[in-house]
């Protein structure tokens, strides 16, 4: 069983650098492996939903995964744990599914100056929902705390409303969920599961822009809990005025309750950010170490969480209990020159390729073709892989176009620059203006 779960630990690591965060989080992080055989590694998933999905869409990813790392090819099985089917022992689907992760907590979210209004929002939502923040949406970059605060409201219910009901769940989920309650006929069961809860939980919400059908579903799951007065909160990456393909009338019904932002941190606010990180796991580092940390990395939570896990690890790898300014140094020192600066998404990357190459503002993510486009947008794609690492799905949806569009310019631009082209210069200082503070 060791070697199996450490076989399984280094394939994770493996399929995060392939997967976005969203993805990851809803499908492969609850996959737990059971068995090894000589042939075979048997899987296990909560529920048929997720055995379909690792099945239709992830099966080559994990199979090609675990060869690469196991050295050999084995047979994927997928074994589907459901509920118990003894009425007294039954668990309400709803609840079963709401995948709430318990250590988000309001207790556990560090608030600041950039986070304020964010979180005084979602307490009060979450203590006593009102009409006037119905629905609450929470828009910024990626890693700032979104998720965290989306999930402290849920917690909150579960906790303090145990017969409520409360669903979590992610705008790719919702839209796989209704194409196969289509396909199998289920639609009653979809909707009867989306539009009979006390809080609906949606995150990522940005990518139904490009999805007409799933759109038109939720449009009627909102106003049909809404008009129940039911609790509503959702998070995005952007505004909902800013967001290009999302429906009008959706775009109208984000804006009709309370919208916050969250913005990067500011350093006050990373310090304690990295002291409580450091607190709750049960290590202590010198305040000189703490404040290099928070000088140097600025970008989001994620990346300041990451920077402290970097440097036990590397405590780890010299063998030593103690943590001294010189080994923070050493362990960030690969890293630092690659993290960025400022809040970087795909958006910020088509901005300034944009600018790069003069071309009007909406170029690249435009149906033209010509090759003063197509170029540029092909470097793009490329500088969102490389400096996001985000999967081929979710930057082809911000280009709108398809997964198998970005793998071929990502290739093309690889293609190019191993050939020793120009292209490298100006790739480097693309990247230096897109990681500039």
């Known amino acids: 069983?060791?070697?199996?779960?450490?076989?399984?630990?280094?394939?994770?690591?493996?399929?995060?650098?392939?997967?976005?965060?969203?993805?990851?989080?809803?499908?492969?992080?609850?996959?737990?492996?059971?068995?090894?055989?000589?042939?075979?590694?048997?899987?296990?998933?909560?529920?048929?939903?997720?055995?379909?999905?690792?099945?239709?869409?992830?099966?080559?990813?994990?199979?090609?995964s675990i060869a690469f790392m196991a050295g050999r090819s084995y047979d994927l099985e997928v074994i589907s744990q459901t509920p118990s089917e003894d009425p007294q022992l039954a668990v309400?689907?709803?609840?079963?599914?709401?995948?709430?992760?318990?250590?988000?907590?309001?207790?556990s979210f560090v608030v600041g100056n950039?986070?304020?209004?964010?979180?005084?929002?979602?307490?009060?939502?979450?203590?006593?929902?009102?009409?006037?923040?119905?629905?609450?949406f929470l828009y910024g970059g990626s890693g700032l705390g979104k998720t965290h605060l989306l999930q402290a409201i849920g917690n909150y219910y579960l906790k303090n409303y145990p017969n409520k009901k409360v669903l979590y769940t992610t705008s790719e989920k919702f839209t796989y969920e209704l194409v196969t309650a289509i396909r199998e006929k289920t639609n009653q069961e979809?909707?009867?599961?989306?539009?009979?809860?006390?809080?609906?939980?949606?995150?990522?919400?940005?990518?139904?822009?490009?999805?007409?059908?799933?759109?038109?579903?939720?449009?009627?799951?909102?106003?049909?809990?809404?008009?129940?007065?039911?609790?509503?909160?959702?998070?995005?990456?952007?505004?909902?005025?800013?967001?290009?393909?999302?429906?009008?009338?959706?775009?109208?019904?984000?804006?009709?309750?309370?919208?916050?932002?969250?913005?990067?941190?500011d350093y006050e606010t990373r310090l304690a950010i990295l002291r409580s990180k450091i607190e709750a796991e049960y290590f202590t580092f010198d305040e000189e170490?703490?404040?290099?940390?928070?000088?140097?990395?600025?970008?989001?939570?994620?990346?300041?969480?990451?920077?402290?896990?970097?440097?036990?690890?590397?405590?780890?790898?010299?063998?030593?209990?103690?943590?001294?300014l010189s080994l923070a140094q050493k362990a960030l020192k690969e890293i630092l020159h690659s993290l960025p600066q400022r809040n970087i998404t795909i958006e910020v990357i088509i901005d300034e390729v944009e600018k790069y190459f003069r071309l009007p503002s909406g170029s690249l993510v435009s149906k033209r073709r010509s090759n003063d486009i197509a170029s540029p947008r092909h470097i793009a794609m490329y500088l969102s892989r490389?400096?996001?690492?985000?999967?081929?799905?979710?930057?082809?949806?911000?280009?709108?176009?398809?997964?198998?569009?970005?793998?071929?310019?990502?290739?093309?631009?690889?293609?190019?620059?191993?050939?020793?082209?120009?292209?490298?210069?100006?790739i480097q200082d693309l990247v230096d203006n897109i990681k500039k503070n």
């Open 114 to 136: 950039n986070s304020n209004l964010a979180h005084a929002a979602c307490l009060g939502v979450a203590e006593s929902p009102s009409p006037k923040y119905n629905p609450l």
């Open 1 to 64: 069983m060791e070697e199996l779960m450490q076989l399984w630990d280094r394939v994770l690591n493996d399929l995060k650098q392939e997967i976005s965060g969203v993805s990851f989080d809803t499908w492969i992080k609850p996959i737990q492996p059971l068995a090894l055989t000589e042939t075979a590694i048997r899987l296990s998933v909560p529920g048929d939903l997720n055995k379909n999905m690792i099945l239709t869409k992830f099966r080559s990813m994990i199979e090609s």
């Open 289 to 324: 170490i703490v404040e290099y940390v928070a000088n140097n990395i600025k970008s989001n939570v994620r990346d300041l969480e990451g920077a402290v896990k970097r440097i036990l690890a590397y405590a780890g790898i010299e063998r030593t209990n103690t943590i001294s």
């Open 92 to 107: 309400d689907p709803i609840q079963q599914e709401s995948s709430l992760n318990p250590r988000y907590t309001f207790e």
């Open 190 to 265: 979809f909707r009867t599961k989306h539009r009979t809860v006390d809080l609906l939980l949606i995150d990522d919400v940005q990518f139904l822009a490009t999805k007409e059908l799933a759109q038109e579903e939720f449009f009627h799951t909102f106003n049909t809990l809404y008009d129940a007065g039911k609790q509503i909160v959702l998070t995005s990456d952007r505004l909902p005025s800013e967001t290009p393909h999302l429906a009008d009338r959706l775009k109208g019904r984000f804006q009709m309750g309370l919208m916050a932002d969250i913005q990067p941190p």
């Open 386 to 426: 490389e400096i996001l690492d985000e999967s081929f799905t979710k930057i082809g949806a911000q280009f709108h176009r398809d997964h198998s569009t970005v793998m071929v310019a990502v290739r093309k631009v690889k293609e190019n620059l191993d050939n020793g082209s120009e292209l490298s210069d100006t």
